[in-house]
């Protein structure tokens, strides 16, 4: 493997993780808040949530592309206000990979919030317990499994996503390209071994993940 | 000054179900009052609106000076603040948490060291020693119960909610853990409500007791007061008094009435003066009934009815027999009795019933 590849790798598994990192405290609040609380407009939210489930991963892309370009609506306001560049640099990798890998996160931990048993959390409360160490000591570690579960879904898709990717972030050797971008062009270009063994790379990385999953979701030993 | 807890209020369900406590009062006194009445009337969303946990839609509940809910816009004080021990039907043990952490929960901002001493007292007051590594998956019935009660009995409530809290137990746990429930809500001095839809279980536990049946409170008084004597129709049926047969009062003299059931004629104890009807319902609870059998002898009880047995049935350890004594009375015998008697369908009866034991409810035409 050359500098080039590990650097690749490298490169592609940071993102995911700073995708994931981004996913979770706004998947979290999104996941809690539909699975417990009731307000207007829930119903949109959670359509858009899963939007990108259903959408071609390429239109995804197109959306994010012409929200997050320099005269888009957003783009505008982060370049006038922050000085961020976000279309073809390393955060539109991340945008396009969070949008991506939400939806799985949220139903996931969702599912999971809903199955907690509303009457433990409020015994809490009569002994005494404020909603936030409500939260930490009783909902989330009983949706625990489905949390775990969801970020590892949510990696996992970051690791592989392609079609939303390369509309907003390119491919930009070093810069923008994943271990996905780099399998296509190489393919491509007709650089089939090296496809391979960027495919390979790939396959280790999911087994990893999974490996992880597995690892974090046994059942404590007493 | 202290005046315990008094609570009237309404709390109305979508479907026009409609609970409504008038008068709900727990003396400041450590004594337990029972809540006791069918399953599905209301009983534990009283409960969980005592607690915090269920809004009222209007009414008030006070506790001692605060005022916990006042439905005039003031935001009800949330179940944090209330320090009320709860304890539900199938004690919500924190699943993911070992027996003694589950104990300590609410002692959270209180130093290590005092913490882990009052869980452990509380674990040896309720003997759970030697369980505090368990998760609540792997206790009994009865252990769980227990764990339950020392988590909510920790943080030194001042009022203890008990929802059924023998009903999750098999019957012959459940006698051994009504007694062990009972000498501990005795040394407590916690003003307790418990709830419960079990005669036996509401006499061995409280000292008083309200009946309610479809959202509303029927009735208050001394547990085994309220049972041998209802106060209305409705509250007969929810204490299940077995004979309940119209009658007419014919005569009241020297602290006595005579009423005339069926082609009998009782002494009872009569009503007060400012209750007394003519027209009654009388009410006698099957195991104040004694059965002789053959022509009657002479004896101190006021009634001996002639009658024929019509029916002998198994109930729990004991056999109800139905009679006819120109009206239909229920007995209760011990099976031991029965074979004694050689009792069988058809054979000639006496009952004797006292006459403080035959209860006259007002009988509206």
Redesign the interface.
Known sequence: MSAEDWQLLWFTGRMAALSTCLVLPVGLALAWSLARARWRGKALVEALVSLPLVLPPVVTGLVLLKLFGRRGPLGHWLYQHLGWEVVFTWKAVVLALAVMSLPLFVWAARASLQEV?P??E?????????EW?VLF??TL??A?RGIIAGTMLAFARALGEFGATIMVAGNIPGQTTTLPVAIYYSVELGKDSRAWMLAGLSATLAFLAIWATQRLLRRPK? | MNHGLRASFVKRFDDAVVIEICGLALGPDPEVTVLFGPSGCGKTTVLRCLAGLERPDEGTILFGEEVWFASAGRRPLPPQRRKVGFVPQDYALFPHLSVERNIGYGLYGLPAGERRGRVAEAMRWLGLEGLEGRRPGALSGGQQQRAALARALVVRPRLLLLDEPLCALDAPARLRVRNQLRRMLRRLSIPTLLVTHDRADALALGDTLWVMNQGKLLQHGLAHEVFSRPANLEAAAIVAIETVQPGRVLKTAGGLATVAVGAATLTALPLDLETAAEEVYVCIRAEEVILVKGPSVPSSARNCLAGTVCSLAREGPMVRVGLDCGFPLAALLTPQACEEMFLHQGDAVSALIKAPHIHLIPRPD
């Open positions: 048993n009457l433990l409020q015994l809490a409360r009569t002994l005494g317990a404020g160490r000591t009783i570690p009983l625990r007493r």
